[in-house]
């Protein structure tokens, strides 16, 4: 075990002693009002695990839809491996098995100075601390020629699952044979960085069944991204991909790599090759990148994000549309008593991943009660995994444990361990990768709403 896994077990064994339920409570008194604003997986994780920590607090969670459509595992749906309503999660365990007070409403108005937000519905709702989970907003008019209603009804995103996820499945399915599915990335930062280059995966394995002359092509606004020699070794023996040089140059000698004669049914085309996007015609179906002209039968665009919109409703924004933060306590630095987490917030080396919004909620949540009750909150340490498929049974992870740097108000990675897959992993490590990943995504839903 490396010294940063040691560092981060010590931490959350601690953690685990405070979590367990107290006969009394942090506060001699009235209890506090801790509350969340957004119930995916930040938002529901802080509420639970402020109720673990301390049962007697007060914590309500506002969230406007009654349920959670979970995006991690959402591209499963696109290849008809699962069905929308398995991405479904409810609020009802928060509520009933935690004693978490579950509002159904929107939030229009924020006052900091009162500590209040206004909800739609007309009531006020005051707080000691609140913590702010807006995930992120797409930002479609980047590309020339998109636009949210393009993507609703013709050139779906649905990177934010939900009709447009459904709008890409039924346009793979009526793609013809031979057509050619064409997948935009996004520039950094973005939600889930292994994610813009599984779905293209999963999708050629599905044209492999049911449409094997067809041709997936990826345009990429960057020339390298998380993952990246791992998840090309599974094109690379899957799909017909010859890996760049710049990525065969490191590998261990031990490694085979694949040499294929002519295309394969998937490509990547670098920034370095003219992958940027930079206009879509959307009647046409063409894409113009740096390097010219793309004809597509079925397009999809993941495009640049910031934070939510509500976090910049609420001036919890900067100039970049992310939120900064004091990175202890994730308290924001432009509005006291309130603290940001997840995809929205500015967190240094972390990625936005739900696993970090998991870790981040589990920090904050106990940075809130030791607040609350005029203590200093514990130097947090975070972790990351994230598991990704080159195939349904070609599993590959990222994983990393993160510190903080105080004085210079920083998240950094630590240790100097593999964070990836191992390079020489042999095919049953890479199929129980694959296990590893299906089971991870029940068993995270469990610990952030269960």
Known sequence: MNPSRRKLLKWLSALTLTSTLPSRSLFAATAPQVVIIGGGVGGATAAKYLKLFDPHIKVTLIEKNAQYLRPYGSSEVVTGHIQMSDLVVTYDTLRSKYGVNIIIDEVIGFDAAKRQVQLKQGSKVAYDRLIVSPGIELLYDKIEGYSYEIAEHEIPSGWIPGAQTELLAQQLKAMPQGGTFLMVAPPSPYRCPPGPYERPALIAEWCQRHNPTAKVIIVDPKDEFVTDQTMMLGWNRRYGFNMPKKFTATLPKTVEVLQHQGEGILSWIPAAEGGTPLKLDATKKVLTTAGGEIKADVINIVPPMRAGQLAAKMGLTDEKGWCPNQRKTFESTLHPYVH???????????????????????????????????????????????????????????????????????IQRVGKASRYLRLEATPEEIRLGAVYQQAWLQAFTEDCFG
Do not use: H
């Open 340 to 410: 940001v987490i997840g995809d929205a917030c500015s967190a240094d080396a972390m990625p936005k991943s739900g696993f970090s919004a998991n870790t981040q909620a589990k920090s904050v949540a106990r940075a809130v009660l030791e607040l609350l009750a005029g203590r200093e909150a514990p130097v947090p340490y975070w972790e990351n995994t994230c598991y990704a498929l080159a195939a349904s049974d070609y599993g590959l992870y990222v994983a990393d444990v993160f510190e903080l740097n105080e004085p210079e108000n920083k």
